[in-house]
């Protein structure tokens, strides 16, 4: 099962395209001959990534401006996509940002989004745009998740919550869909050097970390876009990261939770 090629009325959608991981994963997708639809909140960042790839890689970019916490942006959204003429046969689902902070002192309001944009877009999405996948018997889904889902994490918990849906919703369809034609991956990355640390007030625990532990957007998409084409569940950029989730997933609990609330206090 792999990557359907590119073909005529036919795009890769990829949300939270305006910047990191999700703006190299549209670079390669375009690179290997897709048509895009490039979706994040930040207008001006999708034309400058359309106007790129549009003059690089002579593919059709379309971009659609979208709050995906807001369940009406992501209607808009589906009717922006039909109106285009456009069937979607690959489905990048990136957008979403971290929080690290004592439980007691994050605001509520911005856990609920995070919920709303990491899971809730992702799954309202990924149910949209799967029956179509499944109908024609072709369609690949990355579901770009977290290292962070795999055990809890003391001072990042609801982010680890959100990955931790994300993932097991990406495993359970990787099983689900494959008798259908259609192929699922999450991508499970650790540190990437993207906005995300900042967005997510992280920028003092990434600069303490090792730099063989934190990978660029775009191998992170490569890597990504590999295990998708081979039909694989899971994928997680570098060794050195791969080990550590090994680790962190085999180290009893009562080790392992001190020694993460160590790490983000
Ligand atoms: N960087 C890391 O260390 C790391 C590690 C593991 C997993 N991840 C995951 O990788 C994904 C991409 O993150 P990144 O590292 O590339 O960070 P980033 O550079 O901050 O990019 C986040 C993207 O998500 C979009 N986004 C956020 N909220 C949105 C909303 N409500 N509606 C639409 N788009 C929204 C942002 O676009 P706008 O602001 O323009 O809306 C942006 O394009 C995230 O799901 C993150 O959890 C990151």
């Given at each position: 099962m792999a990557i359907p090629p590119p073909r005529p009325n036919h795009a890769a959608l990829v949300t939270g395209?305006?910047?990191?991981i999700g703006a190299a994963l549209a670079r390669n997708l375009a690179a290997r001959g897709h048509d895009l639809v490039l979706v994040a909140r930040r207008r001006d960042r999708l034309e400058d990534l359309a106007a790129e790839l549009t003059q690089r890689h002579r593919c059709r970019v379309e971009i659609v401006p979208a709050d995906l916490a807001e369940p009406c942006d992501r209607a808009r959204l589906l009717r922006e996509v039909s109106a285009l003429g456009l069937t979607i046969d690959v489905l990048v689902l990136c957008a979403g940002f971290g929080m690290v902070a004592p439980f007691t002192a994050s605001e509520p309001d911005r856990l609920t989004l995070m919920i709303r944009t990491n899971v809730e877009a992702t799954i309202a999405l990924a149910r949209e745009f799967v029956p179509t996948m499944v109908e024609q018997r072709s369609g690949a889904v990355l579901m770009v998740s977290?290292?962070?889902?795999?055990q809890p994490m003391p001072y990042f918990a609801t982010y680890a919550a959100t990955k931790a849906a994300v993932t097991s919703i990406a495993e359970s369809l990787h099983c689900e869909l494959k008798p259908h034609g259609v192929t699922v991956t999450a991508l499970c990355p650790g540190?990437?050097?993207?906005e995300f640390a900042e967005v997510a007030n992280a920028s003092r625990i990434e600069n303490r970390q090792?730099?063989?532990?934190t990978a660029t957007p775009e191998l992170c998409a490569e890597v990504g876009l590999k295990a998708l084409a081979r039909g694989r569940r899971t994928a997680v950029p570098l060794l050195s990261v791969r080990v550590f989730v090994w680790f962190a997933a085999h180290l009893p609990r009562f080790i392992w939770l001190p020694t993460c609330r160590r790490m983000f206090s």
């Amino acid at each position: 099962m792999a990557i359907p090629p590119p073909r005529p009325n036919h795009a890769a959608l990829v949300t939270g395209a305006s910047s990191g991981i999700g703006a190299a994963l549209a670079r390669n997708l375009a690179a290997r001959g897709h048509d895009l639809v490039l979706v994040a909140r930040r207008r001006d960042r999708l034309e400058d990534l359309a106007a790129e790839l549009t003059q690089r890689h002579r593919c059709r970019v379309e971009i659609v401006p979208a709050d995906l916490a807001e369940p009406c942006d992501r209607a808009r959204l589906l009717r922006e996509v039909s109106a285009l003429g456009l069937t979607i046969d690959v489905l990048v689902l990136c957008a979403g940002f971290g929080m690290v902070a004592p439980f007691t002192a994050s605001e509520p309001d911005r856990l609920t989004l995070m919920i709303r944009t990491n899971v809730e877009a992702t799954i309202a999405l990924a149910r949209e745009f799967v029956p179509t996948m499944v109908e024609q018997r072709s369609g690949a889904v990355l579901m770009v998740s977290s290292m962070a889902g795999n055990q809890p994490m003391p001072y990042f918990a609801t982010y680890a919550a959100t990955k931790a849906a994300v993932t097991s919703i990406a495993e359970s369809l990787h099983c689900e869909l494959k008798p259908h034609g259609v192929t699922v991956t999450a991508l499970c990355p650790g540190s990437v050097s993207t906005e995300f640390a900042e967005v997510a007030n992280a920028s003092r625990i990434e600069n303490r970390q090792p730099g063989h532990l934190t990978a660029t957007p775009e191998l992170c998409a490569e890597v990504g876009l590999k295990a998708l084409a081979r039909g694989r569940r899971t994928a997680v950029p570098l060794l050195s990261v791969r080990v550590f989730v090994w680790f962190a997933a085999h180290l009893p609990r009562f080790i392992w939770l001190p020694t993460c609330r160590r790490m983000f206090s």
